[in-house]
């Protein structure tokens, strides 16, 4: 049973970077799309981005240049990099394992069907 | 590619028939999923590809789809269900997200 675990600093001041890392325990690691998605009061769900087993990274263009997603195949980890964060930074961070279920030319598209607990990030001064 | 999700909170009684739905932007073809989250914890999968039940969901959800129109349904709602919905396509990048349902006891 696949559990993704997370863990990060919680509390940053202006200017900072945000650094998350989803560890993934018991399944595989090839073969996935790993995401990161955020959650505030105020906006919702938004998907950051993702990257592939092969590190290519895909981003949400309303962050594209702030975010770095990355990973390391050697421990398992999936990493997400926030650079210059504000208040409007403040959220739950989640990572997710996409499974994907079409393949078609060149284009796959994938399900979030295992989830990490989230990470509470504030930016305040 | 936006998702407009309705009615955003619902008051229902166990064993109710409930119905959320979620329109999208544009053509999406069948690449929406509904997710159920709790107070505090992670969403989680229900259903994709429009109706196709996720592992281990109860059979009383199910989900249609009427062009840009999708709905996810309870067919007898059980107090274990009391939480918010979403829907998600995962038609194209960015993947987005409707607003949520709360669904609260009556």
């Known amino acids: 049973q696949v559990q993704l675990q997370q863990r990060g600093a919680g509390l940053l001041k202006p200017s900072e970077t945000l650094s998350v890392t989803c560890v993934v325990y018991g399944g595989s690691f090839s073969g996935y799309y790993w995401s990161w998605i955020r959650q505030s009061p105020g906006e919702g769900l938004e998907w950051i981005g993702d990257?592939?087993?092969?590190?290519?990274?895909k981003y949400n263009p309303s962050l594209k240049s702030r975010v770095a997603v990355s990973l390391d195949k050697s421990k398992k980890e999936i990493s997400l990099n926030l650079a210059s964060v504000t208040a409007a930074d403040t959220a739950v961070y989640y990572c997710?394992?996409?499974?994907?279920?079409?393949?078609?030319?060149?284009?796959?598209?994938?399900?979030?069907?295992?989830w990490g607990q989230g990470t509470t990030v504030t930016v305040s001064s | 590619i936006q998702l407009t999700q309705s009615p955003s909170s619902l008051s229902a009684s166990v064993g109710d028939r409930v119905t959320i739905t979620c329109r999208a932007s544009?053509?999406?073809?069948?690449?929406l999923a509904w997710f159920q989250q709790k107070p505090g914890t992670a969403p989680k999968l229900l259903i994709y590809s429009t109706s196709v039940l996720q592992s281990g969901v109860p059979s009383r959800f199910s989900g249609t789809r009427s062009g840009t129109d999708f709905s996810l349904t309870i067919s007898s709602l059980q107090p274990e269900d009391f939480a918010t919905y979403f829907c998600q396509q995962f038609s194209s990048s960015p993947l987005t997200f409707g607003g949520g349902t709360k669904v609260e006891i009556k």
């Open positions: 544009q053509d999406i073809s069948g690449y």
């Open positions: 990257v592939n087993e092969s590190g290519t990274s």
């Open positions: 997710a394992r996409g499974r994907v279920v079409e393949a078609r030319w060149g284009l796959y598209r994938y399900i979030l069907s295992v």
